[in-house]
């Protein structure tokens, strides 16, 4: 039996720092992820650019997450990418991990660190719409360059959908937004500059139909109905941001489930603990008073989760690790980046 300190469900932002985090406290770290890549969910926004993290210039998203995916490995972790865990149980003072492959894990902590859970995007329900997701349907961008000089159409809102409509600005020759309702729910900063920029704002509107090319294999015109009124627009991509389905997927057996509030773990405050011992979270998915729902609060959950897991290893173990200008396991690390950034003066 390979039995682990610690094993972090989740391989987003929080599960990266937890993982990194728990090696700088030397516990024996596995990270499971369902997704075939490390990131969670800014890897749906790979272009996106990024201002609030403490300390970091702005940069895109997609260099954040490899950031965070190099200094997650710094001390090694065992990471199982496609993998689902399905069941959790717990047999004396270990748990018990099973997952979709039939591969079974051990571990002596958990942290539940798997943001919003599994995301599925909101499909568009119209009969047509599948068959032109291989060419100009999209349910997220992963590069804005495709995009240049084309007339792009928005169906979205909400924050997601006007942040990307805000990205399209730099390379679009048109953007095109409908939303359902009758005022967008984004934040006022993004929706002004989409009104600076002119862009032509549909409220009230929703997608009817989808015609395609002479080819039948692309959209060509999006059938827009609008307080009763009936458009077609001429497009050559659309972009459809409604929203995401969850699936949070973590069965627990009967005698260790964790208390949830409106799907979320609810976790004590200051501690990012479970109501079930050796279960901590971090992340979005979990709930407490005045949570942060920013990048930079979900680093400091991980640190908690990870120090209140190895305190519950070792209730003799400090607090919390060593700072890291003075933990003796970056000394030779150190000491090769100063003889590189020497060199390159």
């Known amino acids: ?26 516990m024996k770290t596995k990270i499971i992820d369902v997704q075939p890549i490390l990131g969670g969910k800014v890897n749906t926004y790979p272009e996106k650019v990024l201002w609030d993290v403490g300390g970091l210039p702005p940069m895109q998203a997609q260099q954040f997450v490899q950031n965070l995916i190099n200094q997650a490995n710094t001390f090694l972790p065992t990471i199982c990418l496609n993998t689902k865990v399905e069941q959790i149980e717990k047999h004396g003072d270990i748990f018990v991990i099973s ?4 591969e079974v894990h051990y571990s002596k902590t958990i942290i539940v660190a798997v943001g919003g859970g599994i995301l599925n995007p909101i499909k568009l329900e119209i009969d047509c719409a599948k068959k ?19 007339k792009v159409l928005v169906s979205g809102g909400g924050n997601g959908a006007i942040d990307w409509a805000v990205e399209l600005l730099l390379v679009a020759n048109e953007v095109v937004v409908i939303y359902r309702k009758d005022q967008l729910t984004a934040h006022e900063s993004q929706v002004e500059k989409l009104k600076e920029h002119g862009v032509q704002i549909m409220l009230n509107a929703e997608i009817q139909d ?17 307080n009763g009124d009936t458009y077609q627009l001429q497009v050559d991509d659309v972009l459809i ?24 773990y609810l976790v004590s405050q200051g501690q ?19 949570k942060v729902g920013l990048i930079v609060g979900t680093f400091q959950d991980a640190v908690l989760a990870v120090n209140n897991a190895k305190l519950y290893i070792d209730p003799q173990a400090d607090q919390y690790a060593m700072v890291s200008s003075h933990n003796e396991k970056f000394n030779e690390k150190n000491r090769e980046l100063l003889k590189e950034i020497f060199y390159k003066a």
């Open 1 to 26: 039996m390979d039995l682990f300190d610690v094993t972090i469900i989740g391989g987003g932002p929080a599960g990266l720092y937890s993982a990194f985090y728990s090696g700088l406290r030397n």
């Open 241 to 264: 941001s409604h929203g995401y389905n969850r699936e949070v997927s973590l069965t627990f057996a009967d005698d260790i489930k964790p208390l949830l509030k409106n799907d979320y």
């Open 210 to 226: 989808l015609i395609s090319n002479e080819d039948k294999t692309a959209i060509e015109e999006v059938v827009v109905s609008q």
């Open 99 to 102: 997952t979709n492959s039939g």
């Open 272 to 290: 990012c603990k479970t109501s079930v011992p050796g279960i901590f979270g971090a992340g979005d998915i979990i709930s407490y008073d005045d």
């Open 132 to 150: 032109y997701e291989k060419t100009n349907l999209h349910y997220t961008i992963s590069g804005l360059e495709r995009f240049r000089n084309k």
